[in-house]
């Protein structure tokens, strides 16, 4: 199977600009989530859909947006760049049986610089 | 609310000693848990998971076992190998969603 996959996998963009990131799931997932990781704030919880609906969202502004499509691809927005926002951004895909748990595959991470 | 603290880096360790990272939780109704590694330039590989109290999980020699009277789920290793030099995050599932709730990594160097 293949893994989770995301493009682009670097991007340099200037402030004020907006960025879409996407995200390729596992075939069969249909939970994909996104975190932000930077060195000083570590791994945060951007947002989470399941089956097109947005399901969970972390704490971020509004500029932080998300969708998810009927083959559970994903894709994030961020709009009106500002030079905080450079970080890596993860996306993971699970499964979601409806169990307690659901073990949640990384992809390989988008890095993102705002100058 | 959810969260979870995990012991600072950097750690330096020399190959063949013994590793212990320690990580604590906070958590409603009853997580699951799990560690993670992060190699350079990767994202993150899934390193074990305990789903109820007193689990053990375990894989490539790390263990952990989740321990609901003090709350913590360590990570130990008998013997480390440069390999093994990467990041580790702690971090627990609520039993509501998918929601991960994710330590801030420990950052960990294995020298020959």
């Known amino acids: 199977k293949a893994g989770v996959t995301q493009t682009p996998r670097y991007l340099i963009k200037t402030r004020g600009q907006q960025v879409t990131l996407s995200c390729s799931p596992i075939?069969?997932?249909?939970?994909v989530s996104w975190y932000q990781q930077t060195p000083g704030q570590g791994l945060q919880f951007l947002f989470e859909?399941?089956?097109?609906?947005?399901?969970n969202k972390g704490n971020f502004p509004g500029r932080f947006s998300g969708r998810q499509f009927s083959n559970s691809r994903s894709e994030m927005n961020v709009s009106t760049l500002e030079l905080g926002d450079s970080a890596l951004y993860l996306c993971?895909?699970?499964?979601?049986?409806?169990?307690?748990?659901?073990?949640?595959?990384f992809g390989p991470g988008t890095r993102l610089t705002v100058l | 609310g959810n969260s979870v603290t995990q012991m600072e880096g950097p750690v330096t360790l020399s190959e063949e000693a013994f590793l212990t990272i320690n990580c604590t939780y906070t958590?409603?109704?009853?997580?699951?848990l799990f560690w993670y590694v992060q190699y350079p330039g990767e994202g993150l590989q899934l390193l074990l998971k305990?789903?109820?109290?007193?689990d053990k999980g375990s894989n490539k020699g790390f263990e952990a076992t989740y321990r609901k009277e003090t709350t913590s789920f360590h990570l130990e290793k008998g013997s480390v190998q440069v390999s093994d030099s990467a990041v580790y995050f702690c971090?627990?599932?609520?039993?509501?969603?998918?929601?991960?709730?994710f330590g801030t990594g420990t950052s960990l160097t294995v020298i020959p």
């Open positions: 993971a895909s699970s499964f979601d049986s409806g169990r307690s748990y659901n073990e949640q595959f």
């Open positions: 075939s069969g997932h249909r939970s």
């Open positions: 859909y399941f089956s097109e609906t947005q399901r």
């Open positions: 958590a409603t109704g009853y997580p699951s």
């Open positions: 305990a789903t109820k109290a007193d």
């Open positions: 971090a627990l599932s609520s039993n509501t969603g998918n929601q991960f709730y």
